[in-house]
């Protein structure tokens, strides 16, 4: 027991080392860039990824055939991100893979399996951490309900941090640990005043447990008042996650929310809750952004269980089109972005993806956005 609590100490003091000088190094990476040219690196991930990888493909080339052409965009397929191939290498993004992304501009990436237990940390983290994707910002809309939220989830700390590298005492007990900033939550909550201001919203809500996770949330909800007060003109508020996880579903006075900033895991969750009430998780996309690179994606894992019932061929692609469309209006092709959402409306109209209709398959809806652009 002596050896293991000495262990357990020591590994405890080479986390922190760590994490201090990730602090003191925040925003320090910077990349070459060829001004000329955005290279969109196509990442098809496991599961239902290729399945609705490949819709988004096509989507792709066809609304960037002229900048294609003229050489000022590549979409360039980066291979290899597959569960088979991490767990061969015992890698969550093999070497080879890292370096081919660390050439794009922005990706749009499947979803990657990850698995549960063991030492394998989830791809997803290990890109966030790598690019420093610290930003994830995941809008729902409803517009029956006049519902538009854009949630502003911290992408690289908290819970996520040190996910994997938690200690144990085996048949006793487990501790992990959670990692808050100040740097970290000051881009963040920047990030969220900034977009509200931006686009004239009223009211951002601060989400956190700040009155039991004393250190970490009540430095988050630190750091986020001092942001907001820089922010006269926006009203700022926090709730717990607790509430807020309940305001979402009371219709009375969901609308009046707008804008969200929230750490890492009540990101992570109340995203998947708001999804859901838009349509569910297979509709909504996600952005990472920081301030070399972006990775758009679906807001869903890879389904295994879709696949194990066979019925891969119906995942709905609307999350990765959707994603499609952040990543265009990111590389300032807003007027894309409108026309391939205009299309993926149309057609959830005509052929929504449905298992229950023969034909209605995930390349049905790929055919029919094509077609209504
Ligand atoms: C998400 C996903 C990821 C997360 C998984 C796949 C690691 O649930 O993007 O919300 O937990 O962040
Ligand atoms: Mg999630």
């Known amino acids: 027991m002596e050896t293991m609590i000495k262990n357990a100490v020591a590994h405890y003091e080479q986390l922190l080392r760590e994490q201090i000088a990730r602090a003191e190094n925040l925003n320090a990476a910077k990349k070459q860039k060829d001004e000329n040219k955005t290279v969109i690196g196509l990442i098809d991930g496991?599961?239902?990824g290729p399945i609705i990888m490949a819709e988004a493909k096509r989507a792709l080339e066809k609304l960037l055939a002229d900048e294609m052409a003229a050489g000022t965009i590549e979409l360039r397929v980066i291979e290899g991100l597959t569960i088979e191939n991490r767990l061969a290498l015992g890698q969550a993004v093999p070497d080879q893979v890292m370096a081919e992304i660390k050439k794009c501009d922005v990706l749009l990436k499947g979803p990657t399996t990850t698995p549960s237990g063991g030492k394998m940390e989830s791809a997803n983290v290990s890109l966030r951490r790598a690019l420093d994707l610290y930003a994830n910002v995941r809008p729902v809309c409803v517009p029956e309900e006049n519902i538009d939220w854009t949630f502003?989830?911290?992408n690289t700390e908290g819970e996520y941090t040190l996910g994997s590298r938690g200690v144990e005492i085996p048949g006793l007990l487990s501790m992990d640990f959670k990692v808050?900033?100040?740097e970290g939550t000051r881009r963040i909550a920047r990030s969220a005043f900034e977009f509200a201001r931006k686009?004239?919203?009223?009211?951002?809500a601060i989400v956190t447990k700040s009155n039991i996770m004393k250190k970490t949330d009540g430095l988050f909800s630190a750091i986020c008042h001092e942001?907001?007060?820089e922010y006269p003109e926006i009203q700022a508020d926090e709730y717990y996650i607790d509430i807020m996880s309940a305001n979402l579903v009371n219709k009375q006075i969901r609308s009046n929310f707008q804008v969200f900033v929230l750490p890492n895991l009540y990101g992570d969750i109340i995203t998947d809750e708001a999804a859901q009430i838009q349509g569910g998780v297979g509709t909504a996309g996600s952005a990472n952004t920081g301030t070399e690179y972006a990775m758009f994606e679906a807001i869903h894992g890879s389904a295994p269980r879709l696949i194990a019932e066979g019925l891969g061929d119906y995942a709905n692609p609307e999350s990765?089109?959707?994603?499609?469309?952040?990543?265009?209006?990111?590389?300032?092709?807003a007027e894309k972005a409108e026309k391939l959402t205009a299309a993926i409306q149309a057609a959830r109209a005509v052929k929504p993806v449905d298992a229950a209709i023969p034909g209605n398959t995930c390349a049905a809806f790929g055919d029919e956005v094509l077609k209504q652009m």
């Open 152 to 154: 502003f989830r911290e």
């Open 227 to 229: 942001v907001a007060a």
């Open 199 to 204: 686009n004239g919203k009223t009211h951002v």
């Open 320 to 333: 990765i089109l959707t994603a499609a469309c952040m990543l265009l209006r990111h590389i300032g092709l």
């Open 46 to 48: 496991d599961g239902i």
């Open 180 to 182: 808050t900033t100040v």
